[in-house]
């Protein structure tokens, strides 16, 4: 018998692009249901991830500052301080002096494995199995490559529907015209887009699409799904989607946007207008939809399967297929 056992929390998630991040405040974020903060000590220049409680009271660690003398990580609370790897280095209150020396590893807080690359901070979210992350390869994109004469642009944002949702959405070429008719798409330019699974196990879930453009999409579980199209020649244009479970009904969306031709007006082009001009409301043109979708979808349910719920009579829908197979085993 095959392994079906799949541990959401021993794989590399994305927690946001490092140009998003301030390095002179922590931050809270949540990710799989856990709360955790991302700083960075004055002494690294690498951001660290920790649960975010402090071991003294349990206060929100995301709400502390990081401390212009020692430039550790103090709990807003009381006062204690943190190290880069997560030791106590300060009790404000302790009368003998000796106490943070002689219990360190008594008062430290759990630090998480992190990674920095191609231009995203990673977690591993099992503090107990860092053996098994630093032996896991990031499931970094091969178009976010600049020697291979990419260049591209990123964003992350919050998302008021289920990472399952996302996923499946993301998964969903088609609804392109319609959803983002005048943003991404045109309705009346929309025809069938023939999908041919060409793998599909419970590690990858590859497609390919020839009507147009010709297409590959790719899903690494959990959270990678990425689109490569040729648009001729050797000019590619991609789409990479890191879709992360935040909380049941919240998901996040890292993403970026390479492609390997008009390098020089990407330099033009600040990076907020693409956010206004096109990411948010590509996002915002999806939001009701799967909102509304994923609530009658969670309703039915408990009284019938996605297979009879959902009609999916084209091959448009056939990684929709594939991915609510993957999540049933
Ligand atoms: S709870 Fe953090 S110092 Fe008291
Ligand atoms: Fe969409």
Redesign the pocket.
């Known amino acids: 018998m095959p392994d079906l056992t799949f541990n959401f929390f021993q794989h590399w998630y994305p927690i946001s692009p490092i140009e998003d991040l301030d390095p002179a405040r922590p931050t809270s974020v949540v990710l799989l249901g856990q709360r955790v903060v991302v700083w960075q000590s004055r002494s690294s220049n690498r951001y660290c991830v920790f649960r975010d409680q402090?071991p003294?009271?349990?206060?929100p660690l995301g709400e502390g500052r990081v401390d212009e003398k020692t430039g550790h990580l103090m709990?807003s609370?009381?006062?204690?301080q943190f190290d880069a790897q997560g030791v106590c280095t300060q009790i404000p209150q302790a009368e003998d002096p000796d106490l943070v020396t002689k219990n360190r590893e008594h008062y430290c807080v759990t630090a998480l494995p992190t990674q920095e690359a191609n231009g995203l901070l990673w977690v591993w979210l099992d503090a107990d199995s860092a053996a098994i992350a630093h032996a896991q390869p990031l499931p970094l994109s091969p178009q976010i490559d600049a020697s291979r004469g990419f260049v591209w642009s990123s964003m992350v944002r919050d998302l008021e529907y289920d990472w399952q949702t996302l996923v499946e959405n993301v998964a969903d070429p088609a609804h392109v015209p319609f959803a983002h008719h005048g943003v991404q798409g045109n309705r009346d330019r929309a025809k069938p887009l023939p999908l041919q699974i060409v793998e599909s196990t419970q590690e990858r879930i590859e497609a390919i699409s020839e009507g147009g453009f010709k297409t590959h999409i790719t899903f690494t579980p959990p959270c990678h799904l990425e689109y490569a199209i040729s648009l001729g020649g050797d000019r590619q244009v991609g789409l990479v989607t890191y879709c992360i479970p935040v909380s049941p009904g919240k998901s996040r969306i890292v993403a970026q946007f390479p492609r390997n031709f008009a390098q020089q007006l990407h330099r033009w082009t600040p990076r907020w207008w693409n956010h206004l001009a096109v990411r948010n409301s590509v996002l915002d043109g999806d939001m009701i939809l799967l909102h509304y979708q994923e609530r009658e979808l969670q309703q039915r349910s408990q009284t019938q399967s996605w297979k009879t719920a959902y009609k999916l009579p084209t091959s448009a829908d056939r990684l929709v297929i594939e991915f609510r197979r993957w999540i049933d085993q």
């Not at 003294?56 to 206060?59: D, Q």
């Not at 609370?77 to 204690?80: A, E, L, R, S, T």
């Open positions: 402090c003294h009271r349990l206060a709990c609370y009381h006062g204690w």
